[in-house]
């Protein structure tokens, strides 16, 4: 009888501190939540106003800079850097090794351009 009493103070004492906490947290909560949601980017292409990645698809016909885009090199880089990252890419992008055959097309075409 004594241990059914014990273990139920025990419980009750659990569902007193866990309902402190809430009651604490819960305010605090709504406004990080309200935060969260202001400051989390839009779908519209603010996302990537702030990233390293291009904004926008392929261009109808490939230019320098597309390609130095693409390769992650300069315009005018030396041949051999060129080739360094193009091999970088085509390991990761080809179509044997699970890559898109679109990419890796572009990928070369890239290569091509720059090597003009």
């Known amino acids: 009888m004594a ?3 014990i273990v139920a103070g025990l419980g009750m004492a659990a569902v007193g501190f866990g309902a402190r ?3 604490r947290t819960i305010p605090n909560l709504g406004q ?5 949601a202001t400051s ?7 996302m990537f ?11 109808p016909k490939m230019t ?5 885009l693409i390769l992650g090199v300069s315009p ?3 041949p051999a850097k060129v080739k360094v ?12 090794r699970g890559g898109s055959p679109y990419l890796s097309s572009k990928i070369s075409e890239a290569k091509d351009m720059l090597d003009k």
Do not use: C, I, Q, V
Not at 32 to 36: E, I, L, S
Not at 64 to 68: G, H, P
């Open 32 to 36: 990080k939540m309200a935060n969260a």
């Open 49 to 59: 106003a702030s990233s390293k990645y291009y904004k926008g698809g392929f261009e």
């Open 3 to 5: 241990g059914t009493l």
């Open 64 to 68: 320098k800079r597309e390609a130095s």
């Open 40 to 46: 989390m980017p839009r779908l519209d292409g603010e």
């Open 76 to 78: 005018t880089a030396p």
């Open 85 to 96: 990252a193009y091999k970088r890419l085509m390991l990761t992008n080809h179509p044997d």
């Open 21 to 23: 906490f809430m009651l």
